[in-house]
T-cell receptor, first 115, second 115 residues
Framework: DGGITQSPKYLFRKEGQNVTLSCEQN?????MYWYRQDPGQGLRLIYY???????QKGDIAEGYSVSREKKESFPLTVTSAQKNPTAFYLC??????????????FGSGTRLTVV | AQSVAQPEDQVNVAEGNPLTVKCTYS??????LFWYVQYPNRGLQFLLK??????LVKGSYGFEAEFNKSQTSFHLKKPSALVSDSALYFC?????????????FGKGTRLSVIA
């Protein structure tokens, strides 16, 4: 079945540690996105990529980094510079060809907790 | 610029009663509009979308939404609520001619259906 897979489901980070969240899709979608979800704040865009080897900052990119070496994969690294990383992280993808009326397909999320 | 407002953080409704979850938007030009639902610790699931055509859009699980251009609204409705409809609902928008601009999401409305 086609879909978008995020791993791990739960992740614990120690102070000063970098951690990487995985996002893989087999939908042949061009664009991929990372969102952060905090209670009462909805979804905030961290980074997005519309083509391999290219990506753009979203609204809250500070303290995060991404790569897009393959069309299927868009990992997110939460660096030690991110002072409040505890949140639910969602990855999404969408095709870009066609009339542009596609919504997003979301992964099931990764809950990151600082310990 | 694009933005979405969901004026209610929480909506409570009795099972069997009709429900409405409100959404207003702001875009330059004509909009693409979406509704998504999120269950606890899960990703967002697509419910329905408005592109062009009939102002009343029907979607999954008996939900529908009414597009009102003059009021820039896209309220989600269901004639008879179920307890299983209890979840977090997000409205999203992008402009028709915005290229590949990422979707803008509202902050979400928590729907609670009481038996």
């Amino acid at each position: 079945d086609g879909g978008i897979t995020q791993s791990p489901k739960y992740l614990f980070r120690k102070e000063g540690q970098n951690v990487t969240l995985s996002c893989e899709q087999n939908l042949n979608h061009d664009a991929m996105y990372w969102y952060r979800q905090d209670p009462g704040q909805g979804l905030r865009l961290i980074y997005y990529s519309q083509i391999v080897n290219d990506f753009q900052k979203g609204d809250i990119a500070e303290g995060y980094s991404v790569s897009r070496e393959k069309k299927e994969s868009f990992p997110l690294t939460v660096t030690s510079a991110q002072k409040n990383p505890t949140a639910f992280y969602l990855c999404a993808s969408t095709p870009l060809t066609g009339p542009g009326d596609y919504g997003y397909t979301f992964g099931s999320g990764t809950r990151l907790t600082v310990v | 610029a694009q933005s979405v407002a969901q004026p209610e953080d929480q909506v409570n409704v009795a099972e069997g009663n009709p429900l409405t979850v409100k959404c207003t938007y702001s875009v330059s030009g004509n909009p693409y509009l979406f509704w998504y639902v999120q269950y606890p610790n899960r990703g967002l699931q697509f419910l329905l979308k408005y592109i062009t055509g009939d102002n009343l859009v029907k979607g999954s699980y008996g939900f529908e939404a009414e597009f009102n251009k003059s009021q820039t609204s896209f309220h989600l409705k269901k004639p008879s609520a179920l307890v299983s409809d209890s979840a977090l609902y997000f409205c999203a928008v992008r402009a028709l001619n915005s290229g590949n601009t990422p979707l803008g999401f509202g902050k979400g409305t928590r729907l609670s259906v009481i038996a």
